[in-house]
């Protein structure tokens, strides 16, 4: 096999293995950016709860002021009932009482239905914290441990491409850039074997020149479909 082939083949793996090393760093970044957003999710999720428990507060304590003033409102009412002199009087006086009284009762209710909402709204927050709690223990462990493989694959990374700088002046300078094009292309694949006449890269048939010639000792041949370097075992 052609020497400058052969290099390319090793250089080829090299890089394979700098690729598969980039891409576990992507994954691990990935799982890291998600393990925010989910953490980020929950955290707005409590707030929104904590907005809304603010919320059934206030509208207690608004509808308790009114009660308040509904209950001075009766009693007002009453005391004047005991002073009416006319029937004229003591019917609009007794229907305003009847309102009062509806009113009292309607926010009574009000009340009541908010305090249960709250009893709820507040066990399901306090929930809430401690699985927040809990996913933010495990994310600040699996964090760590995504960060140590992130810096094992980076040293990976870097010794691979140690060796591929060491390597790649031993590829003749006619042939280099074109090789080192094809690497930094999308597929990452500067060199397929043949097999009979069929490349591996493209899965296309060369002309049987180019397989024969693919073959033999002399200079390095590239694919006529895919423009890869090409070789025969
Ligand atoms: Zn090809």
Known sequence: MNEQIKIMIELQQIWDNILKNRDNISRCQGKLIKMEDDLKKKRDEINKLGEYIKKLKNSIKSHETD??????????????????????????????????????????????????????????????????HASEKTAAEDSINLQNMIEQYQGRIDENQKKFDELIVNIQPQFRSKFTKLLLSKTGIAVGVLTGEVCSSCNFQVPPYLAKEAGMNNDPVTCSNCGKFIYKI
Do not use: M, P
Request: zero cysteines.
């Open 67 to 132: 009660l308040l003033d509904k209950d001075t409102k009766n009693k007002k009412l009453l005391e004047r009932k005991e002073l009416v002199k006319s029937e004229r009087e003591l019917d609009a006086l007794s229907s305003e009482l009847v309102n009062v009284q509806h009113y009292r009762d309607e926010l009574e209710t009000a009340i009541l239905q908010f305090f249960d909402d709250l009893e709820k709204y507040e066990e399901k927050f306090s929930i809430s914290e401690s699985e927040l």
